[in-house]
């Protein structure tokens, strides 16, 4: 099983409705096929309570290829959101293949919830 990994932190800010942070995520070596794991309840200055969503605000030319959504755990749970790749080169933007070594892969990304 193939976790994300925070790489660094650029912003995590608390307002009185929402949390966002903004991180450097390396991806796995070895992707889970249905999406790999990113555990978000333990960051610097606070981790969430909740995930509501993610979005990619960079990633380097070389990788873009490489589409990511979020899937959110149950109730929103911080420690158990998975992270679905799509390779967009391959045959209808499939998934990426089980087992794929992607740790070469960063991106950077907003993250929102509470």
């Known amino acids: ?6 790489t660094t932190q650029h912003v995590n800010v ?8 903004v991180l450097l995520l390396t991806l796995p070596a070895s ?7 990113l555990d978000l309840s333990a960051l610097t200055d606070g981790g969430f309570t909740k995930v509501h969503g993610l979005q990619v605000l960079s990633i380097a ?12 755990g149950s ?3 911080p420690s158990t959101g998975l992270v679905k790749i799509r390779d967009l080169s391959a045959a209808s933007d499939a998934e990426v293949s089980g087992s794929t070594d992607l740790s ?9 919830g509470l």
């Open 104 to 112: 070469a892969v960063t991106v950077t990304v907003e993250v929102v």
């Open 1 to 6: 099983m193939g976790a994300i990994t925070v």
């Open 14 to 21: 608390l307002s009185p409705k929402q949390r966002r942070a």
């Open 75 to 77: 109730s929103y749970a």
């Open 31 to 37: 992707y889970d096929t249905g999406g790999s794991a």
């Open 61 to 72: 030319a070389a990788n873009d290829k490489y589409s990511l959504s979020f899937v959110p």
